[in-house]
């Protein structure tokens, strides 16, 4: 799951939930030039990096990441609930435009309960066929 909106978007701040954690990246659109402080909850996370003027990134937010002189800052978010904000801190076209990206954290997948019995049945059949070899061919030795 991928949240993907603008930070020139109405109406901010962006809630949403996470369950388990995640990171969020927010860069710089169109013009390279703009800086930004983020904050959750009101809470400042930090300021993007600061730009270099030049670039053009358009509206593709891949194109506007892999671009160094664009700003991006990448801020880890822990679980619950977040409000996402930003202020343009530095506007060199008199107006600001940013891209903001929520990447939840992957939970590992444990290992169903039932795996290490499953594991067992298998040794203890594989130790009940060796046996059963293993007297078969003891019978057939001691017949001789």
């Given at each position: 799951m991928v949240l993907s909106f603008s930070i020139a978007a109405p109406f901010p701040p962006w809630t949403f939930t996470l369950p388990i954690g995640g990171t969020l990246t927010v860069i710089d659109g169109f013009?390279?030039?703009?800086?930004?402080?983020?904050?959750?909850?009101?809470?400042?996370?930090?300021?993007?990096?600061?730009?270099?003027?030049?670039?053009?990134?358009?509206?593709?937010?891949?194109?506007?990441?892999?671009?160094?002189?664009?700003?991006?800052?990448?801020?880890?978010?822990?679980?619950?609930?977040?409000?996402?904000?930003?202020?343009?801190?530095?506007?060199?076209?008199?107006?600001?435009t940013a891209f903001f990206e929520v990447t939840p954290n992957v939970s590992p997948v444990p290992a169903p309960a039932a795996l290490p019995l499953f594991a067992t049945g298998l040794v203890a059949l594989g130790l009940l066929g060796w046996f059963r070899k293993r007297k078969a061919c003891g019978n057939l030795l001691g017949a001789a």
């Open positions: 013009q390279s030039g703009d800086q930004f402080n983020v904050t959750d909850s009101g809470v400042s996370l930090d300021d993007t990096s600061v730009p270099i003027l030049g670039a053009n990134c358009g509206f593709n937010f891949a194109a506007c990441l892999s671009n160094p002189d664009m700003s991006i800052g990448v801020f880890a978010l822990g679980s619950g609930t977040h409000a996402i904000d930003g202020t343009a801190i530095a506007m060199p076209f008199g107006g600001g």
